[in-house]
């Protein structure tokens, strides 16, 4: 880091401290890991913004445990507090505050144990905020309301919504996902996207195409605001890439599936499409191949949305056609992957018979 850049952050930087944990645990915040030794002690020099901070235990054999996280938007020169507590091998957090103000006024006798926020190569520091830049606070708080966590834990609530409900055929098939503790992700179920009572017609026509439901979310949820929208398909993802969270995972290729199906709203919205497409390929950029290949390609999913995109884009709208040549050309080439003529959807739409 060079000495203006660092001058300049011990003006704004955030701290964390994290105290009291374990050798040898894995510690990381956005794009960065390690193991941590005896004297470690949290990270100092904090850009402002959205950040996450995660851990793991390692085994004796040197296996890693399940990686645990939490999200927290950094104020200008905020000092947050996280402790170790080994009877339960998780953290607590520190919320008196005039105990984080007794730490800030000592936080010099911390100083040689922090590490600073690794901007050299700053390019990590980049990526990570072009991940994330549509995720706002309030997005947070709705979404993971326990403070910011991404939990493993199931959900053990007794009233959990019944919009996803798993099928028959799901169980058989192996698709049901259970929903972990504190995750709020927006519910809403790709196979009903047409409204209550709706006509035959109307059935088959918002079946095929799922402008209607994005509509009818984008009115509900995000009030208008198809930013917060994709804001949630970036924090589903990083959930996913950063977490291993199959909830996040589960609610990304519902918004993917969903975003990929619209073409009435193509035409009438063409901008949030573009964004979309946008944020999409650089997701795939930051996958790993084995990542692409294991996960994003299951049941011909990667394949079935961009040939339901394509279908659905306007050829009258140049500068779609031209993003969505731009997405699939790198798909090619990133992953020696083409779009295979012919996959069959097992989410397929709702034809219904009128005679």
């Known amino acids: 880091m060079n000495q203006d850049l660092a001058n300049k952050l011990f003006d704004i930087g955030g701290f964390l401290l994290f105290l009291n944990a374990p050798p040898k645990l894995e510690f990381g915040i956005d794009y960065n890991a390690w193991t941590i030794g005896p004297l470690f002690k949290g990270v ?32 200008s020169q905020e000092v947050v507090v996280r402790e170790w507590d080994s009877t339960i091998e998780d953290i607590r957090e520190e919320t008196d505050p005039d ?12 100083d040689r144990h922090l590490g600073p926020y690794p901007l050299d190569p700053p390019m990590y520091y980049e990526r990570w905020k072009k991940l994330t830049d549509y995720i706002t606070p309030g997005l947070v708080r709705r979404i993971l309301p326990m403070n910011g966590k991404v939990s493993h834990l199931p959900d053990k ?20 996902i ?45 009030h208008n605001d198809y930013k917060a929208l994709l804001g949630e398909m970036q ?37 949030m499409f573009v964004e979309f497409m946008d944020i999409l390929q650089f997701q795939l950029e930051e996958c790993p191949e084995d990542f692409f290949r294991d996960i994003l390609s299951e049941n011909n999913f990667t394949s079935v949305m961009l040939k339901s995109l394509q279908q659905n884009i306007p050829g009258s709208d140049h500068k779609l056609v031209s993003r969505y040549i731009k997405l699939k050309n790198f798909i090619s080439k990133r992953f020696d ?18 005679d």
């Open 44 to 75: 100092k020099l904090i850009p402002p913004g959205l950040h996450f901070i995660y851990f793991s235990s390692v085994s004796k054999e040197g296996v890693q445990g399940i990686r645990t996280g939490f999200f927290h938007f950094f104020e």
């Open 99 to 110: 105990q984080i103000e007794r730490y800030r006024i000592n936080m010099r006798e911390f």
């Open 157 to 176: 609530s007794p009233n959990l919504s019944t919009d996803n409900e798993p099928t028959a055929q799901d169980k058989r098939m192996g698709r049901v």
């Open 178 to 222: 259970e929903k972990e503790e504190g995750m709020e992700f927006t519910s809403f179920d790709i196979r009903k996207s047409f409204p209550h009572g709706a006509s035959a017609t109307d059935i088959t026509r918002w079946s095929l195409d799922k402008s209607w439901l994005l509509s009818d979310l984008l009115a509900k949820i995000y």
């Open 235 to 271: 924090l589903s993802f990083v959930c996913l890439l950063m977490a291993q969270n199959f909830s996040g995972f589960n609610q990304w290729k519902q918004l993917v599936q969903l975003l990929c199906s619209c073409s009435e709203l193509m035409m009438e919205k063409p901008a």
């Open 337 to 354: 992957w083409d779009i295979p003529e012919d996959e069959e959807d097992e989410d397929a739409p709702i034809i219904v018979d009128m």
